[in-house]
DNA sequence: CCGCATTTGTTGTACGACTGAACTATTGCG
DNA sequence: CGCAATAGTTCAGTCGTACAACAAATGCGG
């Protein structure tokens, strides 16, 4: 006889239970209002004796809680709310980018219970610095916490680069100057971290939003990167490098990029390729860019400043190349959604038009679906909320682990 | 209180039994060879005993086929040899495409039970005529396993167009002419017939092979198209409608493409492009094509004829084209082994300088991983083996349904 | 040729998890 | 105050898997 192929996993009794755990945690977890143990019977078609048997240990594990009866108006015993226990079990989100580090904690319910930024300008900085400091940050957050009896479930470490997360590994940074490095030891945490990219990330924090289930991520910065988000989840490809649309081709002719190739995306759309084409200084802050863009909006046609017309122009350029490379992105991933974020969400009513036009052009399925272009709705340092999320998804993929 | 969100599905006890009998099935059907009871055990974890009784019921259901013991040479009471059943379930592969029309039927263990092809040019064709046609040949190969006792499970209809398989309607196929059409009550048959992309199908073909388990599928022909396989299972994202490289940008100072957009790659690679350039005419047999690069290749420095010369340069432009095109695909999506199908197939050699250069040139990745193209290894009608196969792994997915 | 070690497959009991129905608890309403 | 309605709990029933003991079949050494 030979070797069968490894299969997925057998099915025991206690699978059952878990499975069902997770099904009612995720009834309770993803429901908008407090639901009684008869509402999540009706809702996951369990029985309500099953049901209260698995309420009454996520109860008892502090995953949920109980409110004080209320009188529903309707005839018959009023059911006992359930909802997301608060600061019992929370996940950490932490991140080391170019311009900030910082960590947000976050409960089951969505609350922050806790958050540390940190600005700075850390490109080319040293790794061991730059991740033992936030690790301190961390370990103090995190103690805190525990002296309080609340139980840290684990942290996502947002990176700006190419991260294997199977091996932990970071393999490039390059506006960090990373490169080749297992970050999580230099956190010197006591706690499960896992690392990720910060797009992908900051892409999951937009499902605390009303998003659709699938949509394309992305965002702008001195780099420009991407996520792809289907059915909630993330697609991640063979090693999570996928949505470095920065890259992709918007003209062969066009100039020479730093990653050696010629006319990516980056040389049109950047941060950095923006402002310069704006005739303001590459490092100059995003507000700059944005009053100049205000004024020439205010006069349009009656004659606006020469800056003015000059930062109209340069985001116009940006707009068409960022259709194109989008149109290319819906063209091959089929998502009928953009969620624009970072420097592209305030960008984004000056960039729309350009981007919309070339989409309606360039995108085969243009006459069955309209792409929806749509502003990044997760505020500011969307990454460490996402890691949070991401970190508390997974308290709920196996509450038994927690109870 | 409030409603729920619709949850998964609960997990009864039945679905563990369906789950394991999906498990012990796999096993056997993915084993290089036969596996006795007591491999389907250890390869699965489950107990001996739980298999004997889930092998049991799928040996009586006809989905597996027991053996006559051999001596295997070893101590120990030999076990009985395991097969997927000849024969006894089978698949169908339907497609209806620009130059042909056909079918294939396969069965549990791989075989070809019945095969029809027909060859034609059905471009702007009338839908119900073709259908009605291939539903025939479809209805007189079905009636002729059912009178031998095979059990035919189901089939799958390949169309080279947007297909939204959910709602079983074809949206729109340029090249037969056809659009926004429910193809199914078309053919005729009494079989659960679905819908798909063809290059889709054909890519699942391929898992039949040594490919590895995630890889980009990409077939060349007037149009080109592309299918995602993660993990031996295809992308398909919101709606299906990915892979359509064809239009992907490879420079906006382009020709004008029949999408109306300017640059595709469909215009630098696509079959008649390709055959144009090289001075023949666009609905010349791919051979003519082969016959003079070869030519070309006898003699490469030493003077080939013009003619030769023209179709070298026309396959280079092509390959420089697809390479960019692939290069963008990659990095949007992150797999490292790209499968070339259609007309690249016998392309391949002439294609693959350019297109590994450019790809080394443009994938962001390209330092950390090596980039794997290579020739589809299905046979002709690629799709017809990848829509059987894809209605019998949704046998091996339920098995509980047909025993 | 026989007994033993070894491995396979089966049988029977135990246990765990969900279900359905009956029962208790609690409320609104006439 | 009693009835109808709804929530939650209890309990026997059923089903599927696990474990252990057992029967079956083979190779091997003496």
Redesign the pocket.
């Known amino acids: 006889m030979t070797t069968a192929a490894p299969a997925s996993e057998?099915?025991?009794?206690?699978t059952?239970?878990e499975r069902?755990l997770e099904l009612v945690a995720r009834a309770v977890f993803e429901a908008p209002g407090p639901l009684?143990?008869?509402?999540v019977a009706a809702a996951t078609?369990?029985?309500?004796?099953?049901v209260?048997?698995?309420v009454?240990r996520l109860v008892a594990g502090g995953l949920l809680r109980e409110l004080p009866?209320v009188?529903g108006?309707?005839?018959?015993?009023?059911?006992?709310p359930l909802v997301p226990a608060p600061r019992t079990v929370v996940g950490v989100g932490l991140e080391a980018n170019v311009d900030y580090l910082g960590l947000r904690v976050l409960d089951l319910t969505g609350d922050v219970v806790a958050e540390r930024v940190l600005d700075g300008a850390f490109h080319d900085s040293d790794p061991a610095l730059v991740l033992g400091r936030l690790g301190e940050l961390a370990r103090d957050v995190v103690d805190g916490l525990r002296a309080q009896g609340i139980t840290v479930a684990g942290a996502r470490l947002a990176l700006p680069g190419l991260v294997d997360a199977r091996a932990g590994r970071l393999e490039v940074a390059p506006n960090l100057g990373w490169s080749s490095l297992v970050p999580v030891p230099l956190l010197g945490l006591d706690l499960p971290v896992e690392i990720a990219n910060e797009a992908k990330l900051a892409a999951l924090a937009e499902l605390a939003g009303p998003v659709p289930g699938s949509f394309l991520y992305v965002s702008g910065d001195v780099g420009i990167g991407a996520a792809i988000v289907v059915e909630r989840a993330l697609f991640l490809g063979e090693r999570g490098w996928n949505g470095e649309i920065g890259h992709v081709v918007v003209d062969p002719a066009g100039p020479r990029c730093s990653c050696g190739a010629f006319g990516c995306l980056e040389q049109y759309a950047g941060k950095e390729a923006i402002l310069r084409g704006a005739g303001l200084p590459p490092d100059a802050p995003l507000a700059d860019l944005l009053s100049l863009l205000a004024d020439g909006g205010r006069a349009p046609s009656a004659g606006a400043s020469a800056e003015a017309e000059r930062a109209g122009a340069a985001v116009r350029t940006a707009g068409r190349a960022l259709g194109s490379a989008l149109a290319d992105f819906v063209n091959l991933v089929d998502v009928s959604t953009v969620v624009l974020g970072g420097a592209y969400t305030d960008l984004l009513p000056w960039l729309r038009p350009d981007v919309e036009a070339v989409l309606v052009e360039r995108v085969l399925a243009a006459p069955l679906v309209r792409i929806d272009v749509r502003a990044a709705a997760a505020g500011p340092q969307a990454a460490l909320t996402g890691g949070a999320r991401e970190v508390l998804r997974g308290v709920l993929g196996d509450p038994a682990a927690w109870v």
């Open positions: 057998a099915a025991r009794q206690h059952l239970r069902n009684s143990r008869a509402d078609g369990l029985a309500r004796a099953t209260s048997t698995l009454d009866a009188g108006g309707r005839a018959g015993r009023p059911g006992v």
